[in-house]
Structure formats: C-alpha cells, structure tokens
C-alpha cells in the first residue's frame, strides 16, 4: 500500500489543524492506521494509531485530549484533527500502516513521506 500525507502548514500557538492521509490500494480497510511525527534532531514518535474498523484508537500522552484519530475506510483516508496545539507539536508527521495498534515504528510496514507541521509560538 502506498500512503499520501498531506495539509500540514504553518499555525500559531493555540489553533488548529488536520492532516489527511490517503492510501492506494484496495486492501485499506484491512490495515491499522497510525500517525507518528519526527521533530528536528529528535527520533520519531507515535502520535496516534486506529483499528481497521474505527473502533479502537490509541494516543500517546501527550496528546491526549488535544488530537482526534479518525478514518474514513471508503475514501482510503485517515485523518489527524489536532487542536490546541503548542509549539512543541512542531515536527514532520507521517502516516502508516500496519496490522496491529501500537505504538511503536516496528509495528507498521507500509510508512509515508511526512507533512510538516510548524506551530508559531
């Protein structure tokens, strides 16, 4: 499968912003969904992860309560609504696919090739 991400950009300190991520193929509704992100001189780190169905999601906690995993399976696309964000969201954020929901790179086969997200402070 091959992912897409797309609509990061550039936010001040408190707003909002979603990320979508397409995938082509027609097994996508069959793959577990995560978000991770890779801010400068960091490693990369789980975000969010969704089951097949939409039924079981997964945060880290920093951003619990703040960012909102969702997908839409007949579209082929997850989504990352992220709000209240702070500058210390500021990274590139991929998306990826795997068969289980976790929260660590190993888990995911199939990786995107990131949108940058900047938050202004």
């Known amino acids: 499968v091959q992912l897409q991400a797309y609509g990061g950009g550039l936010v001040q300190t408190g707003g909002s912003l979603r990320l979508s991520c397409t995938a082509s193929g027609r097994t996508f509704s069959s793959y577990v969904m995560g978000w991770f992100r890779q801010a400068p001189g960091k490693e990369r780190e789980f975000v969010a992860a969704?089951?097949?169905?939409?039924?079981?999601?997964r945060y880290a906690d920093s951003v619990k309560g703040r960012f909102t995993i969702s997908r839409d399976n007949a579209k082929n696309t997850v989504y990352l609504q992220m709000n209240s964000l702070k500058p210390e969201d500021t990274a590139v954020y991929y998306c990826?696919?795997?068969?289980?929901?976790?929260?660590?790179?190993?888990?995911?086969?199939?990786w995107g090739q990131g949108t940058l997200v900047t938050i202004s402070s």
């Open positions: 990826a696919a795997g068969p289980n929901v976790a929260g660590v790179r190993q888990a995911y086969d199939y």
């Open positions: 969704i089951s097949w169905s939409g039924g079981s999601t």
